[in-house]
């Protein structure tokens, strides 16, 4: 989920106890490096290997870290692109903490994002998922994303993805009632604009911050927010704050070619994401929303 600010923070030394000893390892130094304002995140070195640690203070910290291992676990399984290997997850005195193998990145060129368009089309035709939704509940951000399974993809989308962040932003205050639309002319819009859809499996939360390409080249992503849905999700949100390379999209259109409609599809797909930031960040991104919604909904 894109985030709107970075804090700094040093890892304390209880902290840093409690990795030594889940690890076995002698901790040289630490830095506070770029993880988001949901979690605070450090590099952490040894005599000879380096860590990535994120640690989170709040009562949900644990089930969060647990929901993304699940989800990195998912992504791992279908052997189409890079994954971090998880090392450990624990509880600590206010929170928990997450720690997994630290990539070594670069910057991304063409080609890079052209393998990262072939392995994401890779990982959405995979054909194992019957049904819409995940075996869990997970998080998008920090708030609750609810994957209770579905046969059909336009119940899924309404009563899983849009119905519970329009409610939560009218309970806020954030979206009034008038604003919101009625549940039969969500279900009747989507019905009309979504084609016939196979589940895929999705990272759920693609923006560019998550995912890297490791040194070597490796495509890698991280901080999933994993279902099985449309695939089109996915692609709508990579273009939501400005979008990817082009090569990226060409190159995953070589193997999933573009459907009829997929522009409308993109809009109601960057609705959930808009909501959520909406919900998470304020009414900066009402107007957003609200210019969907009118567009489609009202």
């Known amino acids: ?37 949901i979690s605070q995140a450090y590099l952490i070195e040894t005599e000879s290997e380096r860590f990535f ?5 709040s009562k949900n910290a644990f089930d969060m870290f647990q929901a993304e291992i699940e989800g990195l676990k998912a992504l791992k ?17 206010n929170g928990a903490l997450l720690i997994l193998e630290y990539i070594d990145r ?21 054909g194992d998922n019957k049904t819409f939704g995940f075996e869990r509940d997970n ?7 609810f994957n209770k399974k579905s046969d059909n993809w336009v119940d ?28 039969s002319k969500l279900f009747s819009r989507c019905t009309n604009l979504f084609p016939n859809i196979k589940p895929s499996l999705l990272h759920g939360d693609l923006w560019s911050g998550n995912f890297l390409i490791a040194s070597n080249g490796q495509p890698y ?28 999209y060409d190159a995953y259109h070589e193997i999933i070619p573009k459907e009829t409609g997929e522009k409308e ?18 009414t900066s991104y009402k107007s957003s929303v609200n210019h969907i919604l009118q567009r489609y909904f009202h």
């Open 156 to 183: 899924f989308y309404v009563q899983e993805r849009l119905q519970p962040q329009l409610k939560m932003a009218m309970d806020s205050g954030r979206l009034n009632a008038a604003e919101i639309p009625a549940e």
């Open 77 to 93: 399984a279908s052997n189409t692109i890079g994954v971090p290997q998880v090392l450990t997850c624990n509880r600590t005195d």
């Open 265 to 282: 599809r993109c809009e109601i797909y960057q609705l959930y994401y808009l909501l959520v930031h909406l919900n998470l960040f304020g």
């Open 221 to 248: 992503l991280i901080d999933p927010a994993v279902y099985a849905g449309h695939n089109e999700v996915d692609l709508a949100m990579t273009r939501l704050f400005g979008g990817f390379e082009e090569r990226f």
């Open 106 to 126: 670069k910057t991304p060129n063409i080609v890079d994002f052209e393998n990262l368009g072939f392995q994401l089309a890779a990982l959405h035709k995979m």
């Open 139 to 145: 998080f998008i951000g920090s708030l609750p994303q």
């Open 1 to 37: 989920m894109k985030t709107d600010a970075y804090l700094s923070f040093r890892m304390d030394n209880a902290l840093k106890e409690q990795i030594e000893y889940l690890l076995c390892i002698k901790i040289l130094t630490t830095r506070a490096i770029s993880g988001g304002d």
């Open 53 to 57: 640690c994120k640690v989170q203070r």
